[in-house]
């Protein structure tokens, strides 16, 4: 009974503090510049959709990899991947600032695969692999 309630006190512990560390990160993203979060929020997408099964091959370009996938994954809610991926390497690499609206594209985005890969998983698996195990960072 007391290696039961360590054991719960523990996990209570756990979620705790992976919810903070959650909490803090999407904070922290919204406090960088537009460049920086275009490019956080695209290597979340990236994540992702290799949670979903996707993962970008090493020897993929970000334009390769989005033409590959870009079937399964066209339009969410009339977003583009590759719109997402033109967005990503104009900031990445053209050293343009993403305007708003970019930056809304690829929040609601992230949002949408977040919400895709909470179904894909299951909501129980997906809580338990983001506040327990806590291998889900976002």
Same mark, same amino acid.
């Given at each position: 009974?007391?290696?039961?309630?360590?054991?719960?006190?523990?996990?209570?512990?756990?979620?705790?503090?992976?919810?903070?560390?959650?909490?803090?990160? =999407?904070? %922290?993203?919204?406090?960088?510049?537009?460049?920086? %979060?275009?490019?956080?929020?695209?290597? /979340?997408?990236?994540?992702?959709?290799?949670?979903? *099964?996707?993962?970008?091959?090493? /020897?993929?370009?970000?334009? =390769?990899?989005?033409? %590959?996938?870009?079937?399964?994954?066209?339009?969410?809610? /009339?977003? =583009?991947?590759?719109?997402?991926?033109?967005?990503?390497?104009?900031?990445?690499?053209?050293?343009?600032?993403?305007?708003?609206?970019?930056?809304?594209?690829?929040?609601?985005? %992230?949002?949408?695969?977040?919400?895709?890969?909470?179904?894909?998983? *299951?909501?129980?698996?997906?809580?338990?692999?983001?506040?327990?195990?806590?291998?889900?960072?976002?």
């Amino acid at each position: 009974s007391l290696f039961f309630l360590t054991i719960v006190g523990v996990l209570f512990l756990r979620i705790i503090y992976l919810t903070i560390k959650t909490n803090h990160r =999407e904070k %922290r993203l919204k406090n960088l510049n537009s460049s920086e %979060r275009i490019e956080q929020y695209y290597y /979340d997408i990236n994540s992702l959709l290799g949670l979903l *099964g996707f993962p970008k091959n090493n /020897d993929e370009t970000y334009y =390769e990899y989005s033409n %590959r996938i870009n079937y399964k994954f066209f339009k969410l809610d /009339d977003i =583009e991947l590759k719109k997402i991926t033109d967005i990503f390497i104009k900031t990445k690499y053209g050293y343009k600032e993403a305007s708003n609206e970019e930056i809304e594209l690829m929040e609601k985005f %992230r949002a949408i695969l977040i919400n895709r890969y909470k179904n894909y998983e *299951g909501k129980l698996k997906y809580l338990m692999k983001k506040y327990v195990l806590g291998s889900i960072k976002f």
